[in-house]
């Protein structure tokens, strides 16, 4: 099994923007669903975007015209572009794939090991 590899996580202030790549290769083009989720301290995973395995896109409703899901078939990669950050979008954020259908509550088969996204006020 090959496991994602998240970058791109850092400090930001509020206001603030950050984009995350993950590499994921070979989910990115064979039929895989792809989503980013991330995880606060305390708090239970929540799932922020997932573009399906025939380009259907998901977001969750507290980072809906702020963040944008893209993949790049050709570099095997996918993004996730955030702007506006604020405190509350403080999590560690992971890159998850799974085979077929999958949406923000799914099930995923291939985890990475997360980025860190800190926003501070």
């Known amino acids: 099994q090959v496991q994602p590899v998240e970058s791109g996580g850092g400090s930001v202030q509020a206001g603030g923007s950050l984009r995350l790549s993950c590499a994921a290769s070979p989910y990115i083009s064979s039929g895989h669903s792809m989503g980013w989720f991330r995880q606060a301290p305390g708090k239970g995973r929540e799932g922020v975007a997932v573009?399906?395995?025939?380009?259907?896109?998901t977001y969750a409703a507290s980072v809906k015209g702020r963040f944008t899901i893209s993949k790049d078939n050709a570099k095997s990669t996918l993004y996730l572009q955030m702007n506006s950050l604020q405190p509350e979008d403080t999590a560690m954020y992971y890159c998850?794939?799974?085979?077929?259908?999958?949406?923000?509550?799914?099930?995923?088969?291939?985890w990475g090991q997360g980025t860190q996204v800190t926003v501070s006020s």
């Open positions: 573009i399906d395995y025939i380009g259907r896109i």
């Open positions: 998850a794939a799974g085979y077929g259908l999958r949406t923000l509550q799914s099930p995923y088969n291939y």
